[in-house]
């Protein structure tokens, strides 16, 4: 499919599929969408857990992991991170992405693309605090139980796969959630709510990062 490199508001570049006018970060800003939806909406509530296990459902850029990986290293908070993705992003693109040189410093660099380079199926540790499995698969194919604290949903949007925001997908992710686990999403349509509550879970809207009025925040109780 054919992609292209542009830039977001806040100065971070996304992946854009001119195809489905689609990308996998919001044009107002990959870095603070990130930021927003996946650690102030998720990780900070379990900043007082020493150790978690997080789900991300589309590793896409890297993005929400490596931030992640940021934020273990600040809170001291030991993380074990799973990312699933089909199409992994090529490495003549994810080599371009300029994250690293906004968050931290071009010498964190090699930090990123370790993120990338790791071997699939396997869990690596990438620091004390952090360790990384990807697995490539569908999300269909997910059959996780009771794992994971939190989840990172970071889908495409409903609007060009609503497959993937099914009442079906989400029940793999109640199940793969231990009780008392947070699932957080920067979608907030209707039918993706009820197809959570159909699921199981206990649904809440929250305000969306810049550019978007409400995301969604569920929870396993």
Not at 48 to 67: H, K, M
């Amino acid at each position: 499919m054919e992609s292209q490199l542009i830039a977001t508001s806040d100065g971070s570049v996304t992946i854009y599929f001119p195809q489905w006018n689609e990308s996998y970060h919001s044009k107002h800003g990959a870095i603070q969408e990130a930021y927003h939806v996946f650690i102030k909406n998720g990780l900070e509530a379990l900043a007082d857990t020493p150790e978690i296990s997080i789900l991300e459902i589309g590793f896409g850029t890297g993005l929400n992991a490596f931030i992640t990986l940021l934020e273990s290293q600040k809170r001291r908070q030991k993380i074990n991170y799973t990312g699933i993705e089909y199409f992994p992003v090529p490495e003549e693109i994810y080599v371009q992405l300029n994250y690293p040189e906004l968050l931290v410093s071009q010498e964190k660099h090699h930090t990123f693309l370790e993120l990338h380079h790791c071997e699939w199926g396997r869990s690596i540790a990438l620091s004390d605090l952090f360790t990384l499995e990807k697995q490539q698969m569908k999300f269909e194919d997910i059959a996780f139980e009771n794992r994971f604290d939190l989840i990172y949903f970071d889908a495409f949007g409903y609007r060009v796969q609503p497959e993937l925001w099914s009442a079906e997908i989400f029940k793999k992710m109640f199940a793969a959630l231990k009780n008392g686990g947070i699932l957080t999403t920067y979608a907030a349509r209707g039918v993706i709510t009820r197809n959570m509550k159909e699921a199981g879970f206990i649904v809440k809207k929250a305000a969306g990062p810049i550019g978007k009025r409400e995301m969604t925040v569920a929870y396993k109780v």
